[in-house]
């Protein structure tokens, strides 16, 4: 079927719009489902072929959970499901939360890794959320059901299980302090974290990111975002859902391929207001139209109220290049709406108001770092973009090392307290203790206050942030390990500043090799390690055997190692590179 024959669905209806103020999910779909609104999915060029109004959302939902239960699945019992973009995925999201399961988004296979390595990465998470059942799309059947077999619980492609028996049964309630989902999008392949989403947490991120965005009647979205990660999970579906606002997909695969397909899709669709993507997605459709001239003759990008910026640390220059490249389009810089947030408070925690666009300070980097002020040297500022004011009935606090309160402008450790804060680590009570104290939240993160917005100024505790995406250390560092001749705790693992103001993870390892020639080759295998586990390319330097510090208990020290690199008294071996 054409695009011309398929309508997609509307941004406007009669029934009343209700800014999630639902005591469950459960009731959210229920509600939605009775408006003409939906989902819509297009192929890769943009052209529609997949309307999905709530109401067939809904029932395909009921009919799934009636399988799960038919299946064996009962409540609180965990169903892992490969986050691909299309109505499948979202009905057995939904299924899940009607048979009082636990829906665990895990995500699809990369173009880079290879088989192994993604069977790998979801045995663990598999043996971390300890599902009843996997289910997946029919084309990774191979990878996935390998997967399932390792962890021992059952696997089976979703077309597979659509044609299971769907018996009558009677679905139970659902309260708003019980468990929703689980979010692995930001956790450790290797040390997975999954974060407990309760009803009532997740109905008030939703309520706040509706009133924070000032969501109308007629607002529609266009995303590209993956689904297992919490931007696009609920960002862009289930806030979606909760709040009755119709949505224009792309699949994550068809933006990497063609970026200035989310463009096109946004121009043709005369009623697109809304539309999120991390600063890297406006860095690439940048660079993409760079070389091209006339952007008005093929975009109109002057409807976009709201262009949400978060998911990583936010460059106001790669924001002012995308302003400068689609102006002419219509794009407005005040469209840009810059947030701060993480999976452990569902979603957002401060939103920018909308039409304040982006707005920086200049903070000395002595002060960023906490170093004191070489006078010799002038002074290096780097530009703070202003995150927004917490969202509704959220709390945002700077705390010192002493745990107190700061004032405006000191820097210390990003805290929040709210409705929308996790219940805790899926049976990690550890790691749940460490970040959770009488109800706040220790974020990991470093910023500051100043007139009731917030500034971020540092990354979550030891995470690699490249393009949006999270990485442990833990997990490169275990990489390298799996090569022949290294020990635990060889390996140090941080991100750096480039030269081109883009950031990228540097690599410390402890060489035992005196060959030159040998040397090289070890630097290169290294590379090539880290680059088929995660995709990225790294800077390795080869250290010398015990120069990588650690802290009292015999731990390694991350952020010690990388201040000791970047002031030179780690010292890298050279390498004598081939002529």
């Not at 999905?52 to 009921?62: C, I, K």
């Not at 965990?78 to 973009?85: G, N, P, Q, S």
């Not at 088989?115 to 799309?137: C, E, G, R, T």
């Amino acid at each position: 079927m054409t695009d011309a024959m398929l309508t997609p669905t509307p941004n406007d209806c009669a029934l009343p719009r209700r800014r999630s103020d639902f005591a469950t999910f459960n009731e959210a779909i229920d509600y939605a489902a009775r408006s003409e609104k939906g989902l819509n999915f297009h192929d890769m060029r943009g052209t529609l072929v997949r309307p999905y109004p709530y109401s067939e959302l809904r029932e395909d939902a009921l009919a799934m959970a009636r399988r799960l239960v038919g299946a064996g699945i009962g409540k609180q019992d965990r169903v892992a499901l490969i986050a691909e973009t299309g109505p499948e995925f979202a009905a057995l999201f939904c299924a899940c939360i009607y048979a009082g399961a636990w829906p665990v988004p895990l995500p699809l296979p990369t173009t880079f890794g290879g088989k192994d390595n993604y069977i790998d990465q979801l045995v663990v998470q598999l043996q971390s959320a300890d599902p009843q059942l996997l289910l997946y799309p029919a084309e990774i059947a191979e990878m996935a059901s390998a997967a399932a077999a390792r962890q021992g619980c059952v696997g089976e492609a979703w077309e597979d299980f659509a044609l299971r028996d769907a018996p009558d049964c009677e679905l139970p309630e659902a309260s708003p302090e019980d468990i929703c989902y689980l979010q692995y999008s930001s956790g450790s392949t290797r040390f997975p974290t999954g974060v407990a989403v309760t009803h009532g947490a997740l109905i008030h991120n939703l309520f706040c990111h509706a009133t924070s965005m000032d969501l109308g009647q007629n607002d529609r979205v266009v995303s590209w975002l993956p689904w297992y990660h919490d931007m696009g999970l609920v960002g862009c579906l289930l806030s979606l859902i909760a709040n009755q606002v119709s949505a224009d997909y792309l699949k994550p695969d068809y933006f990497a391929r063609r970026p200035l397909a989310w463009l096109d899709l946004i121009s043709r669709n005369q009623g697109m207001t809304l539309s999120y993507s991390p600063t890297f997605g406006y860095d690439i459709c940048a660079r993409r139209i760079s070389s091209q001239s006339h952007v008005e003759d093929r975009f109109d990008l002057s409807r976009w109220r709201v262009a949400g910026n978060g998911a990583d640390m936010i460059r106001p220059d790669v924001m002012q290049n995308f302003v400068n490249s689609f102006a002419d389009a219509g794009f407005r810089a005040e469209a840009f709406t810059p947030s701060y947030g993480l999976a452990e408070a569902v979603l957002a925690v401060t939103v920018m108001p909308p039409g304040e666009g982006i707005r920086v300070e200049l903070v000395e980097e002595e002060r960023l770092s906490g170093t004191p002020r070489d006078l010799s040297r002038p002074a290096r500022y780097r530009a703070i973009v202003n995150c927004g004011k917490p969202l509704p009935d959220m709390k945002v606090e700077i705390r010192g090392e002493d745990g107190q309160p700061r004032g405006d402008h000191q820097i210390g450790k990003v805290w929040c307290h709210g409705p929308s804060v996790m219940h805790s680590y899926f049976r990690n009570p550890e790691a749940t203790a460490d970040c959770l104290v009488d109800g706040w939240l220790d974020t990991g993160d470093m910023g500051y206050m100043a007139g009731g917005y917030l500034f971020v100024v540092g990354r979550a505790k030891d995470m690699i942030i490249i393009n949006g995406k999270n990485h442990w250390p833990q997990d490169i560092e275990w990489a390298v390990e799996q090569l022949p001749g290294f020990n635990h705790g060889d390996i140090a693992a941080f991100a750096i500043e480039m030269d081109n103001g883009e950031e990228a993870p540097a690599v410390l390892v402890h060489c035992r090799v005196s060959d030159p020639e040998e040397r090289v080759r070890l630097r290169d295998q290294i590379a090539d390690r880290v680059r088929s586990v995660t995709g990225m390319s790294c800077v390795v330097e080869l250290v010398p055997p015990r120069s990588l510090p650690r802290t009292s208990s015999g731990k390694l020290s991350r952020a010690k190692a990388k201040r000791l690199y970047l002031s030179g008294e780690i010292q890298p071996i050279r390498l004598l590179e081939a002529a």
